[in-house]
């Protein structure tokens, strides 16, 4: 068998993970050839391959990244962008592509399967944890990590400091992100996209934060914005401490993690479900289970329509937002 | 309401993130006075008790270790310690015990409700991973964060040397922080106690490696055990080590990461399930769902009996252990 | 002989540790009885002090900030401030103080020492490396590993996105930080106070860059300034991200750390060293070494006049910033 | 000019930071071309030798181990391997080598240089810090953060359970590594080959300890050995725990952090250090200053001469190791 991979969409920690896996079962336990396609669609409509042996997978598990490149190029919108796809495919005799993407990747894969009969399996990836097919995504606990540190480095400040800390994290969308970082890092106040907030709230949390003598920290997502629905300047959190800062007299500082939050290794969690993904894929693939795409239920690595995961958005269920409200203020 | 808190048994990164969650809910949302028992149950057995109010857990969500102290006392082994038990109880005016722990801790827990009516509410804990009625427990992943930032290192040597390397890792019984640390370490070759590990088999893995020309790492679980059955003397690993180098004249060198494993800041997952389970066990106490244990079922905090969360040890499933074996050797 | 002890200016990682070593040095090899003032030079003005024993320091070392807290309170700034302190050294009936702080808090100690006799030593702190008569200060170190680890993180995204990633750093008057995390983190360009930088030359560095194919990673002190001196709003990484987007027609992202930077536990580097300032410090008093500091020259640590660590800010030297050029563009 | 590399001895993280800053100081700055010998010596008397451009050390950066490779061949004991060298060096028309390497590369540079005319320059390497030349060399300090995260992660369980916790840390002839990461990691213990330790002393330090109600933390280089002058059989931590506990009845337990300390990522630090090295070591191949070695002192990286690099042993001082004395026990 001759299985093509490709990865698209913005770059996530456990990328290389999976392609690894990919090959290493592939080639070793089943005795495929694994092509990879570079910079995601794109290298299958421009016909631009590179063989993927043991050798060429070795050392990447712990990297960034991902070694066969992203774009998010779209077959669909580029002039004959489907029918030159199909003649690569042909010319490269896969017999299947194993597609590691997010929302935007996993969706052109379905298309290609249900109107062309493109033999795709799906591998559902990005750090915002926003796909409803599965419990996690890969690459959303390194994110979490990462800005979790980043709170609790601030607390040290807090706490001999008289100051607001404001944190900005990914989540244009959704704000998992957020909500997990700031349950973790023991953030005062939690703002998310899904939910727009009220200034004058906020501003009564943080002063009551002081008055129980401690500095607030705050993490926002970026795409969270105030209630009035005004249009926000720039980066959100540095127009929130700019408001806070305004209206209560407290010094704010900002924190701007930005694309710090989608690099480096990942973390051993991201790296074990990337890999089972990767392996699942493979076994999907065996069993020509084409338009479906593995994730994540409990701890069992199962198959979902691919559709069932780019239909729509996994945003934040207000009850779990609810749950974190407890530590406000 | 009142509300009494222990922690039992070995110290594991969450333990207090969930008696955090505990008085933030317990007191902020519910109004409900919170005790903290010393040392596990000695404290109820001997009635030492300390107040629990915000301002005591404040800072403590990134500890890791246990504010109130751990033991293994069991009041069944103690000469009156459950009638004991029971007059604390009664003196504290406790109206019910919120008791985080391993399988020991929780089996009390089950028999002194079943047997004796205490009303009582599980959190389980373990780094081992080994319990069954949750698909996670807090500080497993902080344990398989450290193992696999040690097996990283390890790879620099084994580019660059012409060496056999041995991490040892924890898991007497169980092999699930060899198996997940393993996997997302690229660990070469992994050990764990639910299956006898052949010393023919072994050899082969490492020759094979060095075929390849890179040295071979192992990850060995401190329970693991040759085939032969034969005892193993003080360290499996170091044991391992000379084995091998013994039969095929590499050198060889061992890592025993020993209690670094199950010590500092928890992960930030570790800290999300602990605040969790912390908060889901508030509303156990509130419903009255004496004799049960939280428990992570995919994303959803549920009840199980606490019966059915110790009744056994939830060991490494054959398949799973078999899935890694493509990257063996 | 009884010792003071404070802790002034913005807080850096090791600050706890200094307190440590003086209060073991002091305590248990010298007998003396050490008091810790509150809150900086306030605590003296005030009278707020509160006795350091043993047990008053165990497990502060691995912690960041300062557990007597700080402030910028300036004895010569209040009304009757001198006065009033050197009446509670006399009801305090303390015979030394060790005032370990920045250019201010260390200025205020040499001008209190000159001019009313105050017997003072003092430990050099600040995250930016900016005192000349040491050859490194406590704080830097960690701040550098921060910052140098967002670099790291950066790189990935640098080798799959075509992005100009800005990362704003810490120093308003010196360059210290960010020369030292953009060597460390392979930066392709570096821009620092003590030099105005050429926006030009920073687009050309870029052009080149994308040249080669990867995207350019810019670390930039957040007192560094254009050399056309007109005044940058706000942040001047996210300035400096706009003004190449609009010149470059680049897609261009801005990280700022912020006070990330100043908190957490210190480096292993950091706390040895902060640990031997403090014992040297307790030294210094018992020779009744007043107005002087102590420092490091090598790996020694040595005594010098007060006033020669805070006459003049220690610049990056030009010749070194030179030396960093071979890796710009 | 055309310039050699090598690199020779243990891995050390900074190799690569200095072949890096070689070649991108001596192609980009100078234009010479760079050539790199694999395998340390064994390279120059194979002639095993790979170009070095700017593109080959792209990303090297953070990445612990040597791209170069490394081996222990020493020229002056292969039949004919000084003769080999010197046709290969021809060959190849090398006008210089920079050799990276501990006491034995530096030896064979400082011996083919005096003896043989090879026109050699130096770069201190080695973890365990113990050559006289400077002041620090790289791969130290993130040796010595890597063992005081693990005596940091020990603390968490010392606080919770009477337990002896011995840390074997590298150090077969030298105690930086211990001495360093003991006081950074607030040790109760440290023992080091430079001083015999006496069991009762320190069974004495570990009674004390536990007298405070706190669980003693040991850390023990792997070359100290007791007064009895009594050879240890395998790993001295473990046998040092089995002593302990026999002699005092306190469980006792062991971490042996071996190979893990010498590889991952270099800290920012040890970047720095590494990556100063190598320009500086390009000028002093442009000045022709051969038979010296680069070195730090203070801040300024400075020139001596190799025999003074490699004469003897930087061993720990009693003074400061008598300075960390008053925190046993």
Known sequence: M??????????????NAVIRAVVRKGVQEYGWSVTG????????????????????????LPRGGTVLGSSRTDPFAVPDGVRRLKEN??????????????????????????EHGVPCVGVPKTIDNDLPATDWTFGFDTAVGIATEAIDR???????????????????????????????GGANVILVPEQRFDLDQVCAWVASRFEAAYAPILVVAEGARPSDGAPVPG????????????????EARTTVLGHVQRGG????????????????????????????TV?????????????AATDRLKTVDPALYAEAGVFFG
């Open 37 to 60: 396609f570079r910079d995601g669609w794109r290298g299958v409509v421009d016909g631009d391959a590179v063989p993927l042996d043991v050798p060429a997978v070795r050392g990447i």
């Open 295 to 307: 994730a994540l239920r409990g701890t069992d690595v199962v198959r979902v329509p691919l559709a």
């Open 89 to 114: 495919l042909a010319k490269q005799r896969s017999d299947a592509l194993v597609v590691i993407g997010g929302r935007g990747t996993l969706g052109i894969a379905a298309r290609l399967h249900t």
């Open 154 to 184: 601030l607390h040290t400040t807090a706490d001999s400091h008289r100051r607001v800390l404001v944190v900005e994290v990914m989540g244009r969308h959704t704000g998992w992100i957020a909500l997990h970082a700031g349950l973790a």
């Open 235 to 250: 980066s959100v959190g540095e127009w929130l401490a700019g408001e806070i800062a305004r209206r209560t007299g407290q």
């Open 265 to 292: 290794s990942p973390s051993a969690f991201d790296r074990w479900l990337a890999t089972r993904f990767g392996l699942h894929a493979v076994d999907a693939v065996r069993d020509r289970a084409y338009g479906t």
């Open 2 to 15: 001759r299985v093509g991979v490709l990865t698209g969409g913005g770059d996530c920690p456990g990328l």
